[in-house]
């Protein structure tokens, strides 16, 4: 049996249409799960506008349905699975726009120091920025506190449920579980994902104190100088929170 986003005799009238060739204007026909197609008139292929992944973002047989991706759309899917994990965060957030502020502008902070990073896996540190703090709320309840070792604690568990629900690599969901585990301890050695969302997260964290109680020059190149993992991420820091116009010591 075939999936049903694949199998024709489930398609509506307008799972098949036209999109103008990018080179030569003229119409060409797309089938929604066609990845690419040459336009007739001037030979020119190019992606498939309106490509829906659907599952395929999600199901692991992905690669067996719909055969290999082009390369051009590798990035798409991975975002996808970065979108369902956003999504499913703000769901379990539900009304605490607090927390789903604060992960949002983690995730958007751990891209732009990710895209600069040789080594980062962008699927791994998005999805663990956006569920970082995702034990918070069960610290809460269980404990009464916030802090960070019972974010910890209780945070993997969540994260876990999540990412399975999704249909999740096992290797991302482990990974990002390690990182949701101990994301306000950095080990003696970390990998570079790691290392990512630690920085985002911390120049979140001093942005929004320097909000509320500046930070001096001082203290804030200090900072910089001892508690951030990556170049880029310290970079990064220096741009987002201005200090040159502070005059207040710490």
């Not at 999540?162 to 482990?174: E, M, Q, T, V, Y």
Request: with cysteine.
């Amino acid at each position: 049996m075939k999936c049903p986003g694949q199998d024709t005799q489930f398609w509506k009238p307008g799972d098949v249409y036209e999109v103008n060739c990018p080179s030569c204007g003229k119409s060409v026909e797309f089938f929604k799960d066609d990845p690419k197609r040459k336009c007739t008139y001037c030979g020119h292929y190019f992606v498939n506008p309106k490509l829906d992944f659907g599952c395929a973002a999600y199901c692991p047989y992905a690669e067996q349905c719909i055969g290999n991706l082009p390369s051009e759309l590798i990035l798409q899917k991975e975002n996808l699975l970065k979108d369902r994990v956003a999504v499913e965060m703000k769901k379990y957030f539900q009304k605490d726009f607090k927390r789903i502020g604060h992960a949002s502008k983690v995730s958007r902070y751990a891209e732009k120091i990710a895209l600069k990073e040789k080594d980062a896996d962008l699927s791994v540190v998005l999805c663990s920025a956006y569920l970082h703090d995702i034990g918070i709320h069960e610290a809460e309840r269980k404990y009464n506190s916030t802090a960070p070792k019972y974010q910890e604690k209780e945070g993997p568990e969540i994260a876990r449920s999540i990412l399975n629900k999704l249909n999740a690599d096992s290797k991302l969901i482990d990974e990002v579980c390690d990182i949701v585990g101990h994301h306000h301890h950095p080990r003696e050695v970390e990998t570079i994902n790691f290392k990512i969302l630690y920085d985002a997260d911390l120049i979140t964290n001093l942005e929004e104190t320097h909000k509320n109680n500046p930070i001096s020059k001082e203290r804030f190149l200090k900072i910089l100088d001892k508690s951030f993992l990556t170049t880029n991420g310290s970079l990064l820091a220096n741009e987002v929170i201005k200090i040159d116009s502070v005059d207040k010591v710490d």
